[in-house]
């Protein structure tokens, strides 16, 4: 109160400690449109900065700092409580006894840093998963249109195309004796960067990735439209976790679900995925950062992605999606 009384003597003017506002005003011109705030809290994830009230994301903080609020009412001088601190917990040495009283303490969970990590050989489960009515509908469209189409199926598989990795040129546009310009490693996805295994030039950006300039030459390997179309197809995914789930969605487009598999056990997660109606195809296999319940972790096959929920087997906050050695 001392402070107020101060602050009104200096000038008259009160600070608003609404989320967002921070202006200045006078109590006598405060009314129900005067702030214009955020009722919810600041989050901070993946490089993106937002709100959770509105949810306005973006990865610059000054634009995020400028993201107008989505609530308007009058302005407030009372400062927000600040968070509580932990009670300070005294520690017991070896054999120490606490004398006295008939209490109860209930047993305190080890941290997860500490906890014994499972086997990765554990034997694995297929995860329970869900097709969403969009994808289904998207299928039976595609289906619909395969079979109305009247082309001639044999011509096509008669045209041959190179399948070495980041080449891709048909027969009748390969020049003789030219050399073929193509990654031999596989594609690498990882902590958010993309790259090839085989020249190591790292990117955050996709499209920035699929353009690098081929690192080897050697001789074009033809095969027929229709085998070269079910290659392996590099595939964009993010991750992000609560306190109990971490939720990994992977953009892969129109999945058929008969030949996707996804199965996994406490620690490590195998995934095989045919999208874009059955034309691409990729593989997975990652070693997770924590430990999971896979009997409790399940699969949502959508149009636009498929979206891996995963049942944490203890609350905890993961830094990263898969486990590093140096743990």
Not at 228 to 245: E, H, I, M, N, V
Request: aromatic share 8%.
């Amino acid at each position: 109160l001392k402070r107020r009384i101060c602050r009104m003597a200096d000038g008259g003017l009160l600070r608003c400690y609404n989320k967002g506002c921070g202006k200045e005003y006078r109590e006598q011109d405060n009314h129900e449109n005067a702030c214009r705030f955020h009722p919810g809290d600041p989050f901070f994830h993946d490089a993106y900065k937002g709100w959770n009230c509105c949810k306005k994301k973006s990865t610059d903080f000054t634009e995020f700092l400028n993201v107008p609020g989505c609530k308007v009412s009058y302005h407030s001088n009372e400062k927000p409580p600040e968070p509580e601190k932990p009670n300070k917990v005294d520690v017991l040495a070896p054999g120490e006894v606490v004398q006295g009283g008939n209490q109860h303490f209930p047993p305190v969970n080890k941290p997860i840093e500490t906890e014994e990590r499972p086997s990765d050989d554990l034997p694995m489960v297929t995860l329970k998963s869900l097709v969403d009515r969009g994808l289904s509908a998207a299928l039976d469209r595609f289906l619909a249109q395969q079979q109305a189409q009247s082309r001639d199926e044999s011509s096509i598989a008669k045209m041959a195309v190179c399948i070495n990795r980041g080449c891709g040129k048909a027969q009748e546009v390969v020049v003789a004796d030219e050399p073929c310009c193509h990654h031999p490693g596989v594609p690498v996805f990882h902590e958010g960067m993309k790259f090839w295994s085989c020249c190591q030039r790292k990117t955050t950006d996709f499209n920035q990735f699929l353009q690098q300039e081929p690192c080897s030459k050697g001789e074009h390997k033809l095969a027929s439209s229709l085998e070269a179309a079910k290659l392996t197809a590099p595939c964009r995914y993010d991750f992000f976790q609560t306190g109990s789930t971490v939720v990994i969605s992977i953009f892969a487009k129109n999945a058929v679900p008969e030949e996707t598999l996804i199965k996994g056990n406490q620690t490590t997660l195998k995934i095989r995925l045919v999208y874009d109606f059955g034309r691409k195809d990729v593989d997975y296999f990652w070693k997770l950062h924590g430990v999971v319940d896979p009997h409790k972790s399940s699969v949502n096959l959508l149009s636009t992605k498929v979206e891996i929920k995963l049942k944490k087997w203890t609350p905890s906050s993961w830094p990263r999606l898969e486990w590093k050695e140096s743990n």
